[in-house]
């Protein structure tokens, strides 16, 4: 991709998903939808606990409107011809003995990334956002208290740059990132001294 440069060598589907918010309309089949899932399922969790959870909504269903009317309307401009619309959750606690899990979020952020690099690889577009009614979707999606809302991901296929509104074509490009310098330290987190 040609805005994006790694710095180290890293799997070039790395670097080469991101997420655009231009999408066709068109829809995906369930195949498509459950290798999404399929690759989210292999991701690595504290004690192979697995807390992450998906609820999903295509669009033309009878659930699309729940899903739809949870985001804000700057979301809804261009997630109105996503395919599906997934609700991304993280159950709180241990399987297998109840207890507070501490990495039900991170677990969770695993695999959805897998579900992301999946759909890259398959030529899709998904797109995460955290602008949307958290409290609204625990209710609607009817989502029990012991469940963490973590994102809500739309996803579908590519699309023309001119079925977004025109302050949006602008952005529809990869974005840059920090450089690996300012975000990982050896010995002790960077700008604070260690203590004697």
């Not at 995906?28 to 690595?44: G, H, K």
Request: charged share 25%.
């Amino acid at each position: 991709m040609a805005q994006r440069k790694a710095e180290f060598p890293v799997l070039p589907l790395i670097v080469e998903r991101w997420s655009p918010r231009a999408m066709s309309g068109e829809s995906i089949s369930e195949t498509e939808l459950m290798s999404l899932f399929e690759a989210a399922r292999w991701a690595p969790s504290s004690f192979n606990n697995q807390p992450w959870r998906f609820v999903y909504a295509r669009r033309g269903t009878p659930d699309w409107d729940s899903f739809f009317k949870l985001m804000v309307n700057f979301n809804q401009q261009w997630a109105k011809n996503a395919a599906v619309l997934i609700v991304a959750l993280s159950h709180n606690t241990f399987d297998y003995n109840s207890k507070p899990s501490r990495t039900h979020s991170l677990d969770t952020g695993a695999a959805t990334e897998n579900l992301a690099l999946q759909a890259r690889s398959m030529g899709l577009v998904c797109h995460g956002m955290e602008g949307f009614d958290y409290d609204k979707a625990r209710k609607e999606l009817q989502i029990p208290d012991d469940y963490t809302v973590e994102a809500l991901y739309a996803i579908g296929r590519p699309g023309s740059i001119e079925l977004l509104e025109p302050t949006l074509r602008e952005r529809e490009v990869p974005s840059d990132r920090k450089r690996v310098a300012e975000f990982a330290f050896e010995g002790y987190f960077k700008g604070f001294k260690k203590e004697a």
